[in-house]
């Protein structure tokens, strides 16, 4: 069975770092694109970053370019997102997915909740 | 960047009707346009992918058309579990955004 599991998430000030996690399982993870998506609360779903299999490459929507990083461990068949100087707005919930290569996105994981509060 | 824009933002229907989302993205797009459905607290479901592919699981009742700028997703004979937020996205180029969802009320 496919699995992703994000872990990571919480309370944290504006300008402060998290760093989430996603474990996968079920699949050979070094073959596959990986993506984070976010949704705001009581609004819609936001595309935030992919690496692609080898982590060669590495695309960002604008609003976090210069302050979140994904990376990738096959050896622990993880994809990470590093975010610095966050901000109010980047509240919301985080969750990773698997990315085919005409770039629909299946399964998903739950999520993981990330607070941007003073 | 590529914008998606979905109408209508919201529907009601009832169970048994036939109910059309659209999804006109910004430039074309050929056929990279996918389709999610959520239902509160749950994560996105792939409906539909590359425009009109039903994924494997989802009921043949949903179907997906379109290609360049405008896109559709059809469900025919509503159901009761159908009810939910539906959000289509483009794959063509990065950033892959998403339209800002259509809500499916009974």
């Known amino acids: 069975e496919v699995q992703l599991v994000e872990s990571g998430g919480g309370l944290v000030h504006p300008g402060g770092s998290l760093r989430l996690s996603c474990a996968v399982s079920?699949?050979?993870?070094?073959?596959?694109?990986m993506d984070w998506v976010r949704q705001a609360p009581g609004k819609g779903l936001e595309w935030v970053a992919n690496?692609?299999?080898?982590?060669?490459?590495?695309k960002y929507v604008d609003s976090v370019k210069g302050r979140f990083t994904i990376s990738r461990d096959d050896a622990e068949n993880s994809v990470y997102l590093q975010m610095n100087s966050l901000r109010v707005e980047d509240t919301g919930v985080y969750l990773c997915?698997?990315?085919?290569?005409?770039?629909?996105?299946?399964?998903w994981g739950q999520g993981t909740l990330v607070t941007v509060s003073s | 960047d590529i914008q998606m824009t979905q109408s209508p933002s919201s529907l009601s229907a009832s169970v048994g009707d036939r109910v059309t989302i659209a999804c006109r993205a910004s430039?074309?797009?050929?056929?990279?346009v996918n389709w999610y459905q959520q239902k509160p607290g749950k994560a996105p479901n792939l409906l539909i992918y590359?425009?009109?592919s039903l994924q494997s699981g989802a009921p043949s009742r949903f179907s997906g058309s379109g290609s360049g700028t405008d896109f559709a997703l059809t469900i025919t004979s509503l159901q009761p579990e159908d009810f939910a937020t539906y959000y289509c996205?483009?794959?063509?180029?990065?950033?892959?955004?998403f339209g800002q969802g259509t809500k499916l009320e009974l």
């Open positions: 430039q074309s797009v050929n056929t990279y």
């Open positions: 079920g699949f050979t993870f070094r073959t596959y694109s």
């Open positions: 690496i692609n299999p080898d982590g060669s490459e590495k």
């Open positions: 590359t425009s009109s």
């Open positions: 997915a698997r990315e085919y290569l005409s770039g629909h996105l299946w399964p």
């Open positions: 996205q483009q794959s063509y180029r990065t950033p892959h955004s």
